[in-house]
């Protein structure tokens, strides 16, 4: 499987199922099913970011791949994760559902899922280039 299917793949699941899992949770809270819910986005988040980093690191080139790549993953990582608890609070506020926090996972989702169609739309990126050994 080439990462635009484990890239689309993940960003669908995680759309599919991130309100679904906390109406889930909020319904009746227990340790177990927290944890299931936890171990469930964790999945998503490790499968997800294992792709994502090889898809990032092949679109810079080699000379300043430490520096492009660490700018997109932390830009990224501000925009939604100092931005997650406001928003969430937000929602909650506003709905009075608790599972709410659901749709910023799901736009989040949705980010993911137009970036990999918009990345791949022609084709895939170029293999990283390895120099020669002399």
């Known amino acids: 499987m080439g990462r635009k299917a484990v890239l689309l793949t993940i960003a669908v699941l995680a759309f599919v199922t991130a309100y679904p899992a906390l109406a889930w949770l909020v319904a009746a809270p227990t340790f177990p099913k ?5 171990l469930l986005f964790s999945f998503y988040f490790g ?19 430490a520096t492009g790549f660490s ?10 994760g100092t931005a997650t608890p406001a928003v969430s609070t937000l929602l909650i506020d506003q709905t009075g559902d608790k599972a709410s926090p659901g749709f910023w996972l ?10 990999t169609l918009v990345l791949y739309r022609a084709s895939a990126p170029a293999p990283a280039r390895v120099p020669a050994s002399a």
């Open 34 to 38: 927290m944890l299931a819910v936890l």
């Open 47 to 65: 499968v997800y970011n294992g792709a994502m980093v090889a898809a990032l690191s092949e679109l810079v080139p080699a000379h300043v791949r």
């Open 71 to 80: 700018l997109a993953f932390s830009l990224a990582a501000a925009l939604f």
């Open 106 to 115: 799901m736009f989040a989702a949705l980010c993911g899922i137009v970036s």
